[in-house]
């Protein structure tokens, strides 16, 4: 394992560390402000810098294979640090074209979508120009089990005919949100539990689809991007909105989540390493009973395991990404599930010491921690909550040893 940085990786992260410090960090509450004026759009702010970003070449670089202009051609191992860092504020990676779901669906329509997918749909995507939704989850049935969803996506001519009720669909409540990527069942009588679905594009403005509601987390409604809950009311669309075909929907999911997972787990190390940093400085700086708060034992053990969490985490998502590249994504499907587990929890720990360490602060507004600790609590459960992934895990390292 070799995770030194090339030339071209530690040139990149100079730069967005650069482009946080100079345009990220100090717009924090003017962003803040400006979502408040008009909650469910892109705010200025968020438009201005992501066409600098785009003009200083920091753009689309999550995607792991070169697509034209669009993209810098890294692969996970490389793009682990910029993703870190852009992990330190909630909006940034939007700034660089990274966040999700974006990042998910351009992945999927460069991989399985056709031509005509891919000039409609991931062109403006890449280009930064709209934003979408993936539409999987849903409230009537344990979705950590996606053989389970109802939504029922119906061939009738030249038409495929959407009914169903999905929820936490983020992004959707956005209005620069024009396409969603819905997971449903195409043959739900199939003896083959895993090609009962599929995933079909559905433009936004169709008719039939209807948005409820911004779902909440822990009280935030994270707009613009916000969490929708929609119903699909015989929702039409052409045949050709299909990706790869009838049944290919769990292939097609699972190929997405890996990357999907790690990116996740990229950033709550920066997430994790943000709030050690502040620890830091907090302590240096607040008097406590006549002496630094550095001086008290228990704070300089908080610190100090942070920073082993935090290394073991980040050493961990390293090593998957790694094998994500050089051995493939299913060879990988163990780290990928492992730092899964590690990171988010890892995170939450760092969070928590740093938010006792603020004291009132820390619950308040004024600091980014309470919001990316409700973030990082949720992360828990998106792509997959811990349960499934241990239970997973535990099988296949415990499989090896069942001849024995």
């Not at 974006?102 to 930064?128: C, H, S």
Request: net charge negative; proline share 4%; with cysteine.
């Amino acid at each position: 394992m070799n995770f030194e940085y090339s030339e071209k990786v530690q040139q990149l992260l100079s730069q967005v560390i650069d482009f946080m410090e100079e345009h990220v960090y100090p717009n924090e509450q003017l962003m803040h402000e400006q979502v408040e004026q008009d909650r469910w759009s892109t705010p200025p702010l968020l438009q201005a810098l992501k066409a600098k970003a785009k003009a200083k070449g920091l753009w689309n670089l999550f995607l792991p294979i070169s697509y034209g202009e669009y993209s810098a051609g890294l692969t996970n191992l490389e793009y682990a640090p910029l993703a870190e860092e852009m992990g330190k504020v909630f909006w940034a990676p939007e700034v660089f074209n990274c966040a999700a779901p974006d990042t998910g669906n351009m992945e999927v329509l460069a991989k399985y979508g056709n031509d005509e997918q891919k000039k409609r749909w991931l062109a403006p995507l890449l280009a930064g120009e709209i934003r979408s939704a993936f539409a999987m989850t849903e409230s009537e049935v344990a979705s950590s089990d996606a053989t389970n969803i109802e939504t029922r996506i119906e061939r009738d001519g030249d038409d495929y005919v959407i009914n169903g009720r999905k929820f936490y669909i983020s992004g959707a409540c956005r209005k620069q949100c024009e396409i969603m990527i819905v997971m449903g069942k195409t043959d739900p009588d199939n003896s083959n539990r895993y090609i009962q679905q599929s995933q079909v594009l559905v433009p936004m403005n169709t008719p039939g689809v209807n948005v409820i509601r911004p779902m909440k987390v822990f009280g935030y409604e994270d707009a613009p991007e916000g969490h929708a809950e929609i119903v699909f009311d015989n929702v039409r669309v052409p045949k050709e909105n299909i990706i790869l075909g009838e049944g290919r929907g769990f292939e097609i999911a699972q190929g997405r989540l890996g990357p999907g997972r790690i990116h996740h787990c990229m950033r709550s190390i920066g997430a994790a390493q943000r709030a050690l940093d502040m620890m830091c400085k907090r302590v240096n700086e607040r008097i406590v009973f006549g002496q630094p708060m550095i001086k008290q034992q228990s704070v300089r053990e908080d610190i100090a395991m942070s920073a082993c969490q935090i290394e073991q985490a980040r050493l961990m998502t390293l090593k998957a990404a790694q094998m994500m590249d050089t051995q493939g994504n299913k060879a990988a499907k163990e780290l990928i599930a492992m730092i899964k587990i590690v990171a988010p929890n890892m995170a939450l720990d760092v969070l928590d010491r740093a938010i006792q360490i603020h004291g009132a602060v820390g619950v308040s507004q004024d600091t980014f921690l309470a919001h990316m600790y409700a973030g990082q609590r949720t992360l828990r459960l998106a792509d997959g909550p811990d349960q499934v992934h241990m239970m997973q895990l535990g099988r296949d390292l415990a499989k090896r040893f069942a001849s024995a």
